[in-house]
């Protein structure tokens, strides 16, 4: 029977496991941490968004620069095809008003132990926990800590990005491929916050709080979701799709500003009339907070970034709800980061994933230089990039 080795026990390196089981491949299953999944894990306590339920078309586009590739994909494994697949783990799967998709019976850490049920039920599946990767050869012998080699005919490495490292996500696997002069690009933190100086007023009366379905503009670039206020600057779903279009302005420039529309349901014209209409002696905030339904922590954010003097004109303050500029100067350690830029170039692979200069070595999931943004596009690509390696390995 053939084997294949798996170095790497998050959602990609799984799902080539079950794949390749199905198929009638043996499996040997390496981690170094004492369980699988644990970045799986730790998404899932925010709810698990599994995948998008956007056209194909649509969704290719949230890779970048690598589109026309996940749009390959994508095809061949399609967001429809991971749903289908959960059913197979009895994950039923439901379709949220933003177009997600979640779990709609199952939590993470049931969807896993139903996995793991089923890879444990093929007597050729060996799990290997608390094994860390020490060492590749370019003849494919991996050595592993406490003086342990493999040699292996066949492997796949799904051994995550540079984020998270608790999770085992610690990116070190690094100097190994370097060493075997495989071309990486370097780690850069994707779906980030960033950093800007508050005032100690601000930090005091906002912390960690959500600016809800306002509309983000950085560039050419325009996003409706949602901005966390935080003590070092801001961060949430919304500016984590434009992440990487605000470090690299940072990386070149040292800055970048955002612009923000607070209502973007509302004309400028109507947020005009509606500040007019003051009567009697209620406060300013209280009246704002009731006409244009805006809550406590955007009054102190406009008030943060705007000019007192001019804060009760009509005209001017509309303006700011409208187009409010905030000014951001650094990037968050990419210990914070959900996922990570850079990695493994697809320069230096086929489009099978397979290392050019080592035939049978083959890399998955976020190991691969690939930027997506939250909202099921990040576990899409780890399942699509596996699902590509699997169907390579057994026409062969």
């Not at 610690?170 to 690009?185: A, C, H, N, P, Y």
């Not at 100067?329 to 086929?350: D, K, M």
Request: net charge positive.
């Amino acid at each position: 029977m053939n084997k294949v080795t798996i170095v790497g026990a998050g959602p990609a390196g799984l799902f080539c496991a079950y794949q390749l089981l199905k198929k009638g491949y043996a499996v040997d299953l390496y981690d170094q941490s004492s369980g699988v999944g644990k970045k799986f894990l730790i998404a899932g306590d925010g709810g698990l968004n599994l995948t998008h339920s956007e056209d194909i078309e649509i969704f290719s586009t949230r890779y970048g620069k690598d589109e026309a590739f996940f749009k390959k994909l994508l095809t061949d494994f399609s967001p429809q095809d991971l749903r289908d697949w959960c059913e197979q783990l009895e994950v039923k799967t439901f379709v949220g008003t933003s177009g997600r998709v979640f779990p709609s019976n199952l939590k993470a850490a049931e969807i896993l132990l139903n996995w793991l049920k089923v890879l444990k039920s093929y007597s050729e599946f060996n799990l290997f926990l608390k094994h860390k990767l020490v060492g590749i050869t370019a003849d494919k012998i991996l050595s592993f800590a406490g003086d342990i080699k493999v040699q292996a005919d066949t492997v796949i490495f799904a051994l995550g990005g540079a984020s998270w490292e608790k999770t085992g996500s610690d990116g070190k696997w690094k100097e190994f491929f370097e060493t075997l002069g495989i071309e990486l690009k370097p780690f850069l933190p994707m779906n980030c916050g960033f950093e800007r100086p508050w005032s100690e007023h601000f930090i005091k009366k906002v912390d960690r709080t959500p600016l809800k379905n306002i509309l983000i503009k950085v560039k050419n670039r325009k996003i409706r979701g949602e901005v966390m206020l935080t003590p070092f600057g801001v961060e949430g779903g919304g500016i984590y799709t434009v992440s990487n279009v605000i470090r690299d302005f940072i990386l070149e420039q040292g800055k970048c500003f955002i612009h923000l529309d607070l209502k973007p349901d509302w004309t400028k014209e109507v947020i005009i009339q509606k500040i007019k209409s003051k009567k009697g002696k209620e406060s300013f905030s209280n009246h704002l907070r009731k006409t244009l339904k805006v809550d406590k922590a955007m009054i102190v954010l406009l008030r943060e970034l705007t000019d007192a003097s001019k804060f009760e004109n009509p005209e001017y303050l509309a303006e700011q709800i409208k187009n409010l500029k905030v000014e951001l100067f650094g990037i968050r350690p990419i210990s914070e980061a959900i996922s990570t830029s850079g990695g493994v170039s697809f320069s230096g692979l086929t489009d099978d994933l397979e290392v050019k200069a080592i035939p049978g070595m083959y890399v998955v999931g976020e190991m691969l230089d690939f930027e997506a943004p939250t909202g099921g596009y990040l576990l899409q690509g780890c399942f699509s990039t596996a699902w590509r390696v699997v169907e390579a390995i057994t026409r062969s």
